[in-house]
C-alpha cells in the first residue's frame, strides 16, 4: 500500500522497466524464492523451510528465550550472529517486491507471505536472537516497510494485518531499547532513522512521538559521528558509506536544514575522493558487508549509488553518476532515473584533515595514505593500520588493503585481518600498533601526528608518525605525479635489537616488478578478505630484519612504466625515477 513521502511504485517500475535493474531484480527473485539469498561474500542455501534463528554457515542454533538472555556475541553458543542477522534484515522481501512490482509476478507474493508467516511464528515479540539487536529489528522494520509500499496491497487481508501489527511492535521495541549506552554509533543512528521514519509513514498512536525523538537521535548522531571535514568518527571506509546512506536515507523523510545538508555534502565529497577514478570504496578498517538498502552486487561498488542519491537530492554536479546507478536506490527513494549533468570537479589531492587521511591524485592514479588515529572510544571498527599505503588506478589495484573477513566467527581470523601484518605498514617485534581486546576492543591506542603536508603540481608530500609501545614509525611519502611513490620508514625505540618487518599487500604477484627496495624482499602468501565471510589467497612482499634502532627502511613503486631504483646514500635514501614515456627522470633523498 503507498505510503505518502515515498515515490509511487507504478511510477518507479515504469520508468525502470526494461533497465539493467529489471534484469536483475528478476535473477535476484528467482533466486531468493528457491531460498538461495546472496548474502556478505557467499550464498545461504536454507532448504525448503527456513529456520531464522539458526546459523547456516555452520550448525549453531539459539532458542526462542527472552532476548536479553541470547550471548548472542558468543558464537560457540549461538552461531556466527552475523550472519543469522543478515538474512533476517529481509531486505530479500523487498526485491521480492519489487519483482512484484515491476512483473506482477504472484509467485514472489507467495514468496513473501509463506516467509514473513513462518518468521513470525519462530520469532514471538523480543524471544530470540533476532531481537538481541536494535539496529537488525530496524533494520528489519524498514524491509518491512518498503514491502507495505511496494507490495501491501497484494497480500491478503489477514496477512496485512498481521504485518502492520508486527510493524508497530517493531517501532514499540525500537523506542524503549534504542543504543544509547551500549552501541552509540551507526547501531542508534540506524535505529533513529526506523523509528523517525515509522512515526512519519504510518499513522500509529506514537506516530507523532517516535518521528519527534527519532530525528532528535539522528540530528544528535550527525553533530557526534560526523566531524568537520565530513568523515565518520569510526575511522572506516565502509561505515562511511553506511551512515552516509542513513542519514541520506533521514533527508529524504525529514527535509532537514541547510547545516545538516551541508554535512551530507561534505561526507559525500569524502566518500568520492577515496572512490577515486576507479569509482570503489577501498576498505580502511572493517567492512561490515551488509547495506543499508538492495544490499546485491559487488560491494566495493555500492557507494556509486549513494553517490547518484547524494547528486539528485543535494541537486550536486560533481559525482558521476548512470542511469544503472540510480536504478539501485535513487529510484525507489526520489523517483529518480536520470541523473545530473556531471561536472567534472578539479583534479587534485586532499588531505582530510580530521580523519588523517591523504588521497592523492593524478589522472587515472590514486594513492591513499592512512595517516590518522584509530577511531574513538574502543576504535571497534579500526585496523592497527595506522600509515598503511592503498595504490591503485582506475583499470587495476596495486597496493589493496586485505579488508575484513569475519567479526566473530573466529578470533583468530579477526585478530589476523585486523592486525598490522595484514596493512601496508611496519610491524616491529611482531607486535600491532594497540592490543587487541576481544572484537570490538583496541587498548592503548596509537598517538599519530602528520608532521607536513605539501600537496604541488607535480608532486604531493606527506610526513607523518604513529608512537606505539615506546616506539616511533615516521614514514615519509612523496607522490610524484609522473607516476612514482617514494616511501621512507625510520623507525625509533628502546635500546637493543629488535625484529622490523615492511609489508606490501599486492593485489597481482606480478607487481612485485613494479617495486624496488632498500632491503632483501621476500614473497610469502597470505589471505585477502573481497567480501565479508570470503577469504582467498593473496601474495605479499615481506622485508624483514632484526636491527638497532634508529632503523630505515625504503620502498620505490611504479604506478606507471618506467624504471625505479632506491639506493643508500650517507645513512638516507636516494630515490630514481625514470618514466618510459621519456618524459624528464626525477630523483629525491629523504
Known amino acids: 500500500m503507498p505510503l505518502p513521502g515515498l515515490p509511487d511504485p507504478g511510477m518507479v517500475c515504469q520508468l525502470l522497466r526494461g533497465s539493467s535493474f529489471d534484469t536483475e531484480i528478476s535473477n535476484l527473485a528467482e533466486r531468493i524464492r528457491g531460498h538461495n539469498f546472496p548474502i556478505l561474500g557467499t550464498t545461504i542455501e536454507t532448504g525448503p523451510g527456513i529456520r531464522w534463528r539458526r546459523d547456516y554457515s555452520g550448525t549453531r542454533e539459539s532458542g526462542p528465550h527472552y532476548f536479553r538472555l541470547i550471548p548472542y556475541l558468543n558464537q560457540k553458543r549461538t552461531g556466527d550472529h552475523k550472519v543469522i542477522w543478515e538474512v533476517n534484515r529481509h531486505q530479500h522481501l523487498v526485491v521480492l517486491a519489487q519483482d512484484y512490482c515491476l512483473h506482477g509476478n504472484r509467485e514472489s507474493i507467495a514468496e513473501i507471505a509463506t516467509q514473513l508467516e ?18 537488525e529489528v530496524a533494520l528489519r522494520v524498514l524491509s518491512w516497510t518498503w514491502l507495505w509500499h511496494l507490495a501491501g496491497e497484494a497480500l491478503s487481508p489477514t496477512l496485512r494485518g498481521r504485518l502492520l501489527e508486527q510493524i508497530y511492535r517493531h517501532g514499540w521495541h525500537l523506542e524503549t531499547n534504542l543504543s544509547y549506552y551500549f552501541s552509540p554509533n551507526t547501531h542508534l543512528l540506524g535505529e533513529a532513522v526506523a523509528l523517525h521514519a515509522l512515526g512519519v509513514l504510518f499513522a500509529f498512536p506514537e506516530s507523532q512521538r517516535w518521528a519527534e525523538t527519532g530525528a532528535r537521535v539522528v540530528q544528535r548522531q550527525m553533530d557526534a559521528q560526523i566531524r568537520d571535514d565530513g568523515t565518520h568518527f569510526e575511522q572506516s571506509t565502509y561505515y562511511q558509506l553506511y551512515a552516509l546512506d542513513m542519514f541520506l536515507f533521514h533527508a529524504v523523510l525529514a527535509n532537514p536544514g541547510g547545516a545538516y545538508r551541508d554535512k551530507l555534502g561534505r561526507m559525500a565529497q569524502y566518500l568520492d575522493a577515496l572512490s577515486g577514478p576507479s569509482r570503489r570504496i577501498p576498505f580502511l578498517g572493517d567492512d561490515d558487508g551488509g547495506r543499508f538498502f538492495h544490499p546485491y552486487g559487488e560491494h566495493a561498488q555500492y557507494g556509486r549509488a549513494t553517490l547518484a542519491t547524494c547528486s539528485v537530492f543535494l541537486d550536486r554536479t560533481e559525482w558521476p553518476s548512470s542511469s544503472d546507478d540510480l536504478a539501485a536506490q535513487a529510484a525507489w527513494w526520489l523517483g529518480r532515473t536520470t541523473a545530473n549533468k556531471y561536472v567534472p570537479p578539479r583534479d587534485g589531492s586532499q588531505l582530510f584533515v580530521d580523519a588523517g587521511v591523504a588521497v592523492l591524485r593524478a589522472g587515472d592514479m590514486q594513492v591513499i595514505v592512512d595517516a590518522g588515529p ?46 598490522s601484518a ?31 603536508w605539501l600537496p604541488g603540481p607535480l608532486e604531493d608530500t606527506l610526513d607523518a608518525e604513529c608512537r606505539y609501545k615506546g616506539f616511533v614509525h615516521r614514514r615519509r611519502v612523496v607522490f610524484l605525479k609522473s607516476g612514482a611513490l617514494f616511501v621512507a620508514d625510520t623507525i625509533e625505540g628502546p635500546h637493543g635489537g629488535h625484529d622490523v618487518e615492511q609489508f606490501w599487500h599486492l593485489c597481482k604477484t606480478a607487481d612485485v616488478e613494479r617495486f624496488s627496495f632498500s632491503e632483501k624482499a621476500e614473497l610469502i602468501q597470505d589471505w585477502r578478505s573481497p567480501a565479508f565471510g570470503r577469504k582467498i589467497p593473496a601474495t605479499v612482499v615481506r622485508i624483514r630484519l632484526r636491527s638497532k634502532f634508529p632503523c630505515r627502511i625504503a620502498a620505490g613503486i611504479a604506478l606507471r612504466p618506467g624504471r625505479i631504483a632506491v639506493l643508500k646514500k650517507d645513512g638516507r635514501f636516494q630515490f630514481i625515477w625514470q618514466p618510459e614515456d621519456g618524459t624528464t627522470a626525477c630523483e629525491r633523498v629523504l
Open 118 to 135: 513462518s518468521w513470525i511464528k519462530q520469532n514471538p515479540f523480543q524471544c530470540g536472537i533476532n531481537w538481541t539487536s536494535a539496529l
Open 422 to 452: 595484514s596493512h601496508n605498514i611496519i610491524r616491529i617485534d611482531a607486535l600491532d600498533q594497540a592490543k587487541p581486546s576481544g572484537p570490538f576492543h583496541w587498548i592503548s591506542k596509537p598517538e599519530v601526528i602528520i608532521r607536513e
Open 374 to 419: 584509530f577511531g574513538t572510544g574502543r576504535a571497534g571498527h579500526s585496523h592497527s593500520d595506522s600509515l598503511s599505503i592503498i595504490a591503485r588506478t582506475e583499470e587495476s589495484e596495486i597496493l589493496i588493503d586485505p579488508g575484513t573477513y569475519t567479526y566473530v566467527g573466529d578470533p583468530a581470523w579477526r585478530d589476523h585481518f585486523r592486525g
